[in-house]
Structures are given as C-alpha cells and as structure tokens.
C-alpha cells in the first residue's frame, strides 16, 4: 500500500522525523473527514428510542425462542475503574471502593436470574466476554461467583470452539490472576495497552510498563490462552509517526495473535475524562492517515491479515479463517465469528441484538439498580426493525466484514432486485468510485486499498438515517448526527 507524506512533525514537546511518503490529496481528506458511525450495529445506537419497552423485547424473544435453537453469545458489562483514562469514551464508574463491586454482582446476578429464561436453556453459550471499564476491577472470588452464576442459568460449554474473553488493565492482573482466569473457562484475553510510549501515556493518563505486558504475554501463552489480543489507540495526544513506529515494533516483537487498532475520537462536549486532553497535541487528519497507513503497512509486514476497520490478525486466527469463509460478523463488540446470531446484553449500559432488533439497558448505575430494586428487567430502549433496515444491515456488514459486496446475494436472500432498490445509493457510490475507493466487477463491489481507509464513508452510502439527518438539517436526526467521530 502506498503510504502518506512525511514532513517533520513539530510540537511543543518534540521534533519527530518522519519518513519521506507520496503525498495526500488534502482535498479528499476534507471531504471524508466527516462524522460517521463505525456500525457495530445498524441501524446504530442513535436510532434506539423509549417507545421500545420491556413488552416489546418480551414478544421479541419469546418471537425468537420460536425461530430459533442456535448457539447464544453474552456480553457482561462491569463498569468499574480504579483510574480515569483520559482518552476513554467508554461507560464507566471510577471509583477506588472495592464495596461497589459487591453491589453490583448482586444486582447483574438479579438481572441474569430475570433475564435467562427469556432464553432457550439448551442454546450452548459459544462466545462470551466480559467488558467495561475493567472486568477485573472485580477479584478472584467475585469473578468465579459471576461465572457460577452464569454457569447456573445458561448453557456454558467447555468446546474447543467456545471464544469466552474478558477485556483486561494489565495493571490490575497478576500471574496467578491469568492462572485462575484459564481455569474459569476464559481462553482469549483482551489486554489494553494503547501505546509504549512514556510521553503518550503520560499524557492520557495510563502509565503501563512495557515489561508488565510482556511478562503477562509470555505467562498467558504459557497457560495455552488460545488468543492473545492487543487493544492500541492512533491519534493520541503526544503521537507522532516516530513513537508510533516504536510502538508497533514493541508490539509485533510480542506478536498477539489479534490487534484492534482503534482511531482516537476526540469528543470532549460528550465525555468529560476528554476534556483533561490539549487540543493542540492531538494529530490533525493528514497525520491519523499517515498512521493508519504506517500501522498497515508494519502489520501487513510482519504477516497480519488485515480483516477489515480497525483489526488485524494472524492468517491461522479464526476471526482470519471466517472472513476467508464469509462467515465475519461484525457486532457491539467488533468483530467476531458468526457462531451465535443472537446477543444478550448484561450488566449497565449492555446492549442485546436479537434477528430483528436491538434493547440497549440503563446507562446510569442508580437508573440500572433502580430498575432491578421494582424487580423488572432494566431495559431502558431500544429499536425493532423493520424489513429496509435488515436488508440495509446486511449490506453493511457484508462490505465492513467482506470488503466487497456481491449484489447478487443480497437479490437472492432478500427477493430484490439491487439496481432498482438501491439506486439513490448506486448514484451516491459513482463519486466515491471515481475517487478510487471503491470498483466494481460485475455485479460485485470491490473496496480498494485507499477504500479501506475510508470504510465507514462507503456503508454511510446506505444508511438511511443519515441521509434523513441530512435532509433535514434542524431535525432531531441531524442534531444527533453530530455525536459520531469523525471517519478519519
């Protein structure tokens, strides 16, 4: 892939010299750098309305218990933090009292005893992760009553083939933590590291030894963790192109077998830890473009497949060996494999995606804890889909997950024919082609190299709501248009 210019990038702090690259068209980076989402779902969390309430997720999965007895995926959320991160855009609690986290296993074991037999109990849980915050802001003893609970209401499996991870501070784990994570079933461990480099960390206030994450990379390996993955974050305050370099040099000489390589969004009107964050020390567009291109260019070196936004993986990984097989699902948690169609959300803030629609809980703790104290389920909103948008859904995740799109199939499982119900679309793509980010072969859509950088720009293309907020630029749907990031 050809890469980005190389100028000197000068801050208050540091000169980095960069390597000499071809140049950006600044042009068409002003007009991709727009707000968009990143569509881990469609129709995105935006759309989720009040006027979806419990009796409708009730007729939902009882709808879904009908239909259905394939394998389940659960995501567990624990919202707790012992530190703010700057950066984080997640939903979080930052608290140092470990009596948070007692109350909260009592409350997400009162939502999971209201909420499993809204499930088949012979549907086998074959993913399951649990993320935050920190999951293991929870201890030893807490984490195995979770997984008890869990155990005791759903269908746990100890096949090969499971994917049970939990996200991880590696400040917060020790060896014997990795130890009796393995025996509680978890054989994938996520690991935020964000950056190697001591300004960067500084700067949003996440000090991590590389030495720590290399003892706990050897030590999971060591117990047989079948996947190590890395979390990182590009466009960071304090990056530029030189401590990046370093940073993904560290990290392919750890070699895990998944890294998520996020783009920093900068959204302080949104979320307050931002805030802690200058502005003026952040990459401008052209700089996250040469990083992404300097990231692709490392990782494809050093043997990473690149599946598709943000993720890269060795060829061997199943995640790999399902976009090989168009089997690559894209959902809340990113990308998975697609061996469990239906999700059920625990905790605060967790989302459940069933065929034909999403049910988003609480956000706020005491909202959440309220909820479960009248004994009802704390689902606070949600969305039902309707026919367009599962046809529209599906062509999303086939262009994120596949990079390509074959017409054809869509015609077929849906009983359309594409040109005439996508034709606003296919006029709206006619400039993106000829700006190279996309081709086509027949019936099927390519996305190209310079496409790939600019992924969620193509599937906005089909995204109704959008196109909504657009037309009317005083409405409800623009005004919350403005909460995405960024695309670049």
């Not at 050809?2 to 000197?8: E, F, H, M, V």
């Not at 209401?153 to 994917?163: G, I, P, V, W």
């Not at 859509?445 to 995204?463: A, P, W």
Request: proline fraction near 4%; charge should be negative; charged fraction near 25%.
């Amino acid at each position: 892939m050809d890469l980005p210019p190389a100028s000197i990038a000068k801050d208050k702090h540091r000169v980095a010299t960069r390597p000499s690259l071809p140049m950006w068209d600044q042009q068409l980076i002003a007009k991709y750098d727009v707000p968009g989402p990143r569509y881990t779902s469609y129709p995105t969390a935006v759309q989720f309305a009040g006027d979806y309430d419990l009796e409708v997720y009730r007729q939902e999965a009882r709808d879904n218990l009908q239909q259905t007895i394939a394998p389940l995926s659960l995501y567990v959320h624990i919202p707790f933090c012992q530190n703010i991160c700057y950066y984080c855009a997640c939903n979080k609690v930052v608290t140092s009292d470990p009596s948070a986290a007692r109350t909260y296993l009592d409350y997400l074991t009162q939502e999971i005893e209201l909420q499993s037999p809204m499930v088949d109990k012979h549907r086998t849980v074959m993913q399951l992760h649990l993320g935050g915050g920190t999951p293991t802001f929870f201890d030893g003893a807490e984490l195995t009553e979770l997984m008890h609970v869990l155990a005791s209401h759903y269908k746990l499996t100890d096949s090969e083939r499971r994917e049970y991870s939990i996200e991880i501070d590696p400040r917060t784990v020790t060896k014997d933590s990795l130890a009796l994570l393995k025996g509680l079933g978890f054989n994938r461990l996520s690991l935020g590291v964000q950056d190697f480099d001591e300004q960067v960390q500084q700067a949003i206030n996440r000090r991590q030894r590389y030495g720590m994450i290399k003892i706990l990379t050897e030590t999971a390996r060591l117990y047989q963790f079948k996947s190590i993955s890395y979390d990182l974050i590009y466009g960071l305050p304090m990056q530029t192109l030189e401590t990046l370099s370093v940073t993904l040099d560290k990290t392919i000489a750890l070699s895990p077998d998944r890294i998520a390589f996020y783009s920093y969004a900068h959204l302080p009107k949104r979320f307050k830890s931002q805030r802690a964050i200058d502005r003026l020390d952040l990459p401008s567009a052209v700089e996250k473009l040469e990083m992404l291109s300097l990231i692709t260019e490392k990782l494809l070196a050093a043997g990473y497949v690149h599946i598709g936004m943000d993720h890269f993986v060795k060829p061997k990984d199943d995640l790999a060996l399902a976009r090989h097989e168009g089997k690559l699902q894209r959902n809340f948690q990113g990308y998975s494999t697609c061996m469990a169609p239906d999700l059920v959300g625990l905790g605060v803030s967790s989302i459940s995606a069933m065929q034909s629609s999403y049910a988003q809980n609480e956000r706020a703790l005491d909202d959440y804890y309220q909820r479960l104290d009248a004994g009802i389920l704390p689902i606070a909103k949600g969305f039902k889909l309707s026919e367009d948008d599962q046809i529209r859904r599906a062509v999303i995740n086939r262009i994120i997950c596949d990079l390509q799109l074959d017409t054809q199939t869509v015609e077929k499982q849906f009983g359309i024919i594409f040109s005439e119900y996508f034709s606003q679309e296919l006029l709206a793509l006619k400039p993106l082609q000829s700006d190279g980010l996309l081709c086509w072969h027949g019936d099927k859509l390519t996305v190209s190299e310079l496409g790939q950088l600019m992924l969620r720009n193509i599937c906005m293309v089909f995204d109704k709501y959008l196109r909504r907020a657009n037309d009317n630029s005083s409405g409800r749907e623009q005004s919350e248009s403005i909460r995405f990031s960024n695309t670049l």
